[in-house]
T-cell receptor
Framework: QKEVEQNSGPLSVPEGAIASLNCTYS??????FFWYRQYSGKSPELIMS????GDKEDGRFTAQLNKASQYVSLLIRDSQPSDSATYLC????????????FGAGTRLAVHP | EPEVTQTPSHQVTQMGQEVILRCVPI?????FYWYRQILGQKVEFLVS????????KSEIFDDQFSVERPDGSNFTLKIRSTKLEDSAMYFC??????????????FGDGTRLSIL
């Protein structure tokens, strides 16, 4: 069974700090990864995708992928209280018809 | 920006009743999915649909579940005889291509299904 693992948190950071969210995955052949943000009671909202080793930046968000270590992370710079949410890491199941396998999510709390 | 829309936002149903959850995927998307999330748990895959047929289903998606794309825009999930454990948020998602090609899936706002 392919797995995506995340620390459930909560991760508490002060406003303006960098929040670092981590994810590991079991399928060494996984090629793409997605970070979704989920506010309480709401749906997953895509914020980043990454396919290549290294860093990918989009505004205050940076995704990092290390395929050798089977590790993907999300950095949020200048964290704002509005960033407080659960962040879901997801990878497509290569053996299946493209279903996403989600981690349990890391709850981020940004305090003023 | 185009979005996936789901109706109703909240459905309350008596156990044993049939329920239909509706979704309108993004118009140029070809791959459609249903996921569910029981309160406090992971988002779980239910079924994927492509070219007017189911391409994959999970073990959750038993004979009580069915999906249909009755016209060019709607994508429905039917639960024939609901059980208490079907209470969850149900999310519809769509993608231009399958996830293997790296195209992300976009999610609707979800339907909260409450079985009494």
């Amino acid at each position: 069974q392919k797995e995506v693992e995340q620390n459930s948190g909560p991760l508490s950071v002060p406003e303006g700090a960098i929040a670092s969210l981590n994810c590991t995955y079991s399928d060494r052949g996984s090629q793409s990864f997605f970070w979704y943000r989920q506010y309480s009671g709401k749906s997953p909202e895509l914020i980043m995708s990454i396919y290549s080793n290294g860093d990918k930046e989009d505004g205050r968000f940076t995704a990092q992928l290390n395929k050798a270590s089977q590790y993907v992370s999300l950095l949020i710079r200048d964290s704002q209280p509005s960033d407080s949410a659960t962040y879901l890491c997801a990878a497509p199941d290569r053996g299946g018809y493209n279903k996403l396998i989600f981690g349990a999510g890391t709850r981020l709390a940004v305090h003023p | 920006e185009p979005e996936v829309t789901q109706t109703p936002s909240h459905q309350v149903t008596q156990m044993g009743q049939e329920v239909i959850l509706r979704c309108v995927p993004i118009s140029n998307h070809l791959y459609f999915y249903w996921y569910r999330q029981i309160l406090g748990q992971k988002v779980e895959f239910l079924v994927s649909f492509y070219n007017n047929e189911i391409s994959e289903k999970s073990e959750i998606f038993d004979d009580q579940f069915s999906v249909e794309r009755p016209d060019g825009s709607n994508f429905t999930l039917k639960i024939r005889s609901t059980k208490l454990e079907d209470s969850a948020m149900y999310f519809c998602a769509s993608a231009t291509e399958g996830a293997i090609s790296n195209q992300p899936q976009h999610f609707g706002d979800g339907t909260r299904l409450s079985i009494l």
